[in-house]
């Protein structure tokens, strides 16, 4: 499954006293098959307590039986930044990340890529478009997001109708967050991809998420961000994406909505303002064949959809409760009605009608 160089370089990166500096110098000394060439280069670098414990982890065959087989039980699949198969749009960034872990179809790393990010808070017309727009993106790319509750969310679940969605996650796959979207994370695993660079056992921390945002726009051709406050994680990504030459985009929102401040600054500072899928399309050349959708109700989608308009975020468990109905039979409605692009998830298993 991987060569001798890559299996090295996955257990040299498992071990935690290697600092990330040398660890990215051992990418060279990895190109050598030679494990005493790797060696020389720890003595030279580590101190002597921690050469030691890296010598006994290398040498160690249970140690690297027990790293590999966890991954593969797990569905992981590392890529090196020196295999065939990681992305070379993402070798070519500032500081890429050393190792992937993926959980997925890993080819999809090879394809074009957009990035659609935005902020948790976002208003339910800003995450209905931004689900349109990410399908139909998916016509000529790989929708890239995190997996935050909103616009994250949103992003993916347009996407995931094609299975052309990449999430990158700021922890490892044992410690998805938030915890609500854990179910999604499963989802994307089974049709689209979740990488990370952090092994499976490692928890987010804040430093995590500014750090993860650079994977997402390396991975990209350009970046729309959906919805964004002045201090959104969402305009760090628009600015890693500028760095790296990247197109930015983003919706444009009233003065008086928080949740597109930064957006509208975006805009202002050369972002292209996009309104619907052309905008983003033209930018790159593309054409597009616009599709209505279906608006035809069935009863139940009709009494569903009635009960959500009554407020800006309904639970759905009311739904059921309201309708006389169990939640798994709301479930598939509610989808229905979401790719209609008449009802919106907006978090916490809140919905609401557009």
């Given at each position: 499954m991987y060569t001798k160089d890559e299996e090295n370089f996955i257990i040299l990166s498992s071990v935690e006293e290697i600092s990330d500096a040398v660890k990215r110098a051992l990418v060279f000394k990895c190109?050598?098959?030679?494990?005493?060439?790797?060696?020389?280069f720890l003595i030279k670098t580590l101190s002597y307590g921690v050469y030691n414990t890296v010598k006994e982890k290398l040498s160690d065959g249970a140690y690297r039986s027990r790293i590999l087989s966890g991954l593969e039980k797990r569905g992981i699949t590392c890529v090196a930044c020196f295999s065939e198969s990681y992305p070379d749009i993402l070798r070519?960034?500032?500081?890429?990340?050393?190792?992937?872990?993926?959980?997925?179809?890993?080819?999809?790393?090879?394809?074009?890529?957009?990035?659609?990010?935005?902020?948790?808070?976002s208003t339910a017309n800003a995450l209905a478009l931004c689900r349109k727009i990410s399908?139909?993106?998916?016509?000529?790319?790989?929708?890239?997001?995190?997996?935050?509750?909103?616009?994250?969310?949103?992003?993916?679940?347009?996407?995931?109708?094609?299975?052309k969605a990449i999430s990158v996650t700021a922890s490892g796959f044992d410690n998805i967050y938030p915890s609500v979207n854990v179910s999604?994370?499963?989802?994307?695993?089974?049709?689209?991809?979740l990488v990370s660079e952090y092994p499976p056992h490692m928890r987010a921390s804040k430093y995590n998420f500014p750090v993860r945002n650079r994977i997402i726009a390396g991975l990209s051709k350009g970046v729309l961000v959906a919805s964004a406050g002045e201090k959104s994680g969402a305009l760090i990504t628009a600015e890693c994406a500028s760095e790296y030459g990247r197109d930015v985009f983003a919706f444009p929102y009233?003065?008086?909505?928080?949740?597109?401040?930064?957006?509208?600054?975006l805009i202002k500072n050369g972002a292209y303002l996009?309104?619907?899928?052309?905008?983003?399309?033209?930018?790159?050349?593309?054409?597009?064949?616009?599709r209505g959708n279906c608006t035809e109700l069935s009863a139940l989608e009709k009494?569903?959809?009635?009960?959500?308009?009554?407020?800006?975020?309904?639970?759905?468990?009311?739904?059921?409760?309201?309708?006389?109905k169990q939640t798994y039979e709301i479930i598939p409605v509610l989808t229905a009605l979401e790719i209609k692009g008449l009802a919106v998830r907006l978090g916490g298993n809140r919905y609401g009608a557009v």
């Open positions: 190109a050598d098959t030679e494990r005493q060439d790797i060696e020389k070519h960034i500032d500081r890429p990340p050393l190792l992937l872990y993926c959980k997925g179809n890993v080819s999809l790393l090879k394809t074009n890529c957009f990035a659609v990010v935005g902020s948790r808070k399908s139909e993106l998916t016509a000529a790319f790989t929708v890239v997001s995190g997996i935050a509750d909103g616009a994250d969310t949103a992003a993916l679940s347009g996407a995931l109708l094609s299975g999604l994370a499963r989802e994307i695993s089974e049709k689209g991809l009233s003065p008086h909505i928080a949740s597109g401040a930064g957006c509208n600054s996009t309104e619907n899928i052309l905008d983003i399309f033209s930018a790159f050349g593309l054409d597009l064949k616009r009494a569903v959809l009635g009960e959500i308009s009554k407020t800006d975020g309904v639970l759905l468990s009311a739904v059921a409760d309201s309708l006389g």
